[in-house]
């Protein structure tokens, strides 16, 4: 058990122990290790560290909610069916299936342990939820830029605030949504400036109504981008001083994730 007070070791171990449970010998052999989102966890450990939830209960929630986020990114990996699709592609899209039901058994068996029915309902609204926002995002028609960003927002940060609401620590929801939505929208522009394939950019660039052109689509995600950024800064300053540690780190994160990045880009 980790004694929960949250530092860059403790986020460490707590990422060790989070891969130790997702990873499975058969599963490497065919599909990359999954992506634990340092982020979410930093927030999640953050929530924690100010209830007065026992140190078993308050990593028992962090590790069960990260491998609910986890089971949700996997199955976001799942390509379409194409006719041409060799063996080993159907192989891997059948593997990353199962690996996201895999990783989600996983968090209903460790609240089983600690007979939390209240939280294993938490968790699974929001899957639901998120989902039911997936399917709205991405395949039905959205009137405006601004409420493609409102549903990507939900999407990303829900499944904790949907916990912080449980713990009745939602101070840091504001805070939360605004980070999620730009490191979002920088992942999907770095995506789709490396030639990778962004269910983002695919969207917008397919409904024409929203933005236009790909290149109206990505002058609109960097001035998004940016004003959020800014969003962000003034809102992280606005968290109490019982936060100073996230404070500091997401400080950090906004300087190495956005503005250097602005700054690689502008030399």
Not at 77 to 98: A, C, G, M, S, W
Not at 123 to 137: Q, S, T, V
Not at 138 to 167: H, P, T, W
Not at 196 to 222: C, K, M
Request: net charge negative; hydrophobic share 35%.
């Amino acid at each position: 058990m980790i004694k929960l007070k949250s530092s860059d070791n403790d986020i460490k171990q707590l990422k060790q122990k989070i891969a130790s449970k997702v990873r499975h010998p058969y599963l490497v052999r065919f599909i990359p290790e999954p992506t634990i989102d340092e982020d979410k966890l930093v927030i999640l450990s953050s929530i924690m560290d100010h209830t007065n939830l026992s140190d078993v209960k308050k990593e028992q929630y962090i590790v069960t909610t990260m491998l609910v986020q986890i089971a949700l990114d996997t199955h976001d990996l799942v390509t379409l069916t194409e006719e041409d699709d060799d063996k080993d592609t159907v192989r891997n899209r059948q593997l990353t299936v199962l690996a996201g039901d895999y990783f989600s058994g996983l968090y209903y068996y460790l609240l089983s342990q600690l007979d939390d029915i209240p939280m294993i309902h938490t968790l699974a609204g929001a899957i639901k939820e998120i989902n039911e926002l997936k399917m709205e995002l991405y395949y039905k028609d959205v009137e405006s830029f601004q409420e493609f960003l409102e549903g990507l927002k939900k999407i990303e940060s829900l499944l904790i605030q949907r916990v912080a609401s449980y713990v009745q620590k939602t101070t840091i929801n504001d805070m939360a949504g605004e980070w999620l939505l730009a490191k979002k929208l920088l992942e999907e522009k770095r995506t789709y400036q490396e030639g990778n394939f962004s269910p983002l950019f695919d969207v917008l660039t397919r409904r024409p109504g929203i933005l236009g052109n790909n290149g109206q689509v990505l002058v609109n995600i960097e001035q998004t981008l940016q004003n959020h950024i800014n969003r962000l800064e003034t809102t992280v300053s606005q968290l109490p001083i019982h936060f100073n540690w996230l404070k500091s780190y997401v400080h950090s994160a906004i300087h190495h994730q956005f503005n250097q990045r602005q700054i690689a880009e502008e030399g």
